[in-house]
C-alpha cells in the first residue's frame, strides 16, 4: 500500500486537538496514540509535530507542563484548554463538511 499523500491543510490541528481532549499526553505518546488509533495509516514526523505543538499552545488551545513520564524521563505534556475544547468543535465541523462534499464527488457515478 502507498503512503497517503499530504493531509488537508489544518488538519493536524484537528488531529492533536483531538487526541489532546482523551487526556494530556506528551509529544511521543500523541506521536504515537495517533499511529495507534488510525492502524499505522496516520503518521506525523517530529518536524511536523512540534512546530504544530508549539503553534497550538501560541494559540491558546493547549497547555504545556514539564512531568515525568511513566519511565521516569522528563517531558513536556500537553493538554487541551477550554478554548481548544471551542476550537476542537469548530475544526471538526469544518472536517464534517468538507469530508462529506469530498464523498459525495466521489460517489458520482461515471458515464
Known sequence: MSKPPDL???????????????????????????QQVSADVLQ????????????????????????????????KFYKLTRLGRGQLEKEVANWNGLSSAITRVVKLKEA
Open 8 to 34: 488537508v491543510l489544518g488538519t493536524p490541528n484537528l488531529l492533536i486537538l483531538k487526541i489532546l481532549a482523551l487526556e494530556p499526553l506528551h509529544g511521543w505518546a500523541i506521536r504515537l496514540r495517533l
Open 44 to 75: 506525523v514526523s517530529d518536524g511536523s509535530l512540534y512546530p504544530a505543538l508549539h503553534k497550538l499552545e501560541q494559540q491558546g488551545w493547549i497547555q504545556s507542563e514539564w512531568k515525568m513520564t511513566e519511565n521516569n524521563r522528563r517531558a
